[in-house]
């Protein structure tokens, strides 16, 4: 009965080599949210879905894309991976932006070698 | 700017209390969330407050003060499994979910 589901868990690429993660859900949830959190730090948002609306944080780097093709799926693409990049990407979910809780998948753990 | 502040870690004993701090200075507030995160997993929903008070949820409860822009989350009868860390996150006005970088919370026997 998974709801938000990221392949893969675990991921290691090269540097510079592109990398994409892919989160399914089967909440029908209008709203995905791509999320990178670094050790002991708080989740930092990449971009979110509403529905089709792609909105991209100020901050974050252009090495990151992502992509919905449809409700149930979003990916994140990572260009040109660095060192930097190396984290736990987090995809969560939510019905609605307002004041729903959101729900994660397990995460991606990347490592950039 | 936006700010959440939390412990960074605390210790506490199986079956006592704990209380976990959190506050916030934020454009707007649109309600506070706790989620708990155990170590190399996602975090999992809590609680939720967008009124002032006290919201009791088995052993863990949590408490809003809007003006004084300070949340905590109460643990009651602590068990090893409550070891995790606790991330406090507030909705601003722009319902955009502003987090906290979490308490990491060591239970001991």
């Known amino acids: 009965d998974a709801m938000v589901i990221q392949n893969p868990r675990y991921q290691v690429t090269q540097f510079g080599k592109p990398v994409t993660l892919s989160c399914s859900q089967t909440l029908n949830h209008n709203v995905m949210y791509w999320y990178q959190q670094k050790s002991s730090q708080a989740p930092k948002l990449l971009f979110h879905y509403y529905d089709k609306d792609f909105n991209n944080e100020a901050d974050t780097p252009d090495n990151f894309q992502s992509r919905r093709p449809n409700t149930s799926f979003c990916f994140l693409d990572i260009r040109s991976p660095g060192l930097g990049d190396a984290a736990m990407y987090l995809c969560a979910t939510s019905r609605d932006r307002e004041a729903d809780e959101q729900y994660f998948g397990p995460g991606t753990r990347l490592t950039v070698t | 700017g936006q700010n959440i502040d939390q412990p960074t870690e605390m210790t506490a004993t199986e079956g006592a209390i704990v209380q976990i701090n959190c506050t916030y200075q934020?454009?707007?507030?649109?309600?506070l969330f706790w989620y708990q995160q155990h170590a190399g997993e996602a975090p999992t929903f809590l609680s939720y407050?967008?009124l002032d008070g006290l919201e009791e949820k088995g052993r863990f409860s949590s408490f809003l003060s809007r003006s004084k822009g300070y949340s905590y989350l109460l643990l009651k009868e602590l068990q090893m499994k409550d070891s995790a860390s606790y991330l406090c996150a507030v909705l601003d006005s722009n319902y955009q979910l502003i987090w906290g970088a979490g308490t990491k919370l060591i239970i001991k026997p």
């Open positions: 934020t454009s707007g507030f649109n309600g």
């Open positions: 407050n967008v």
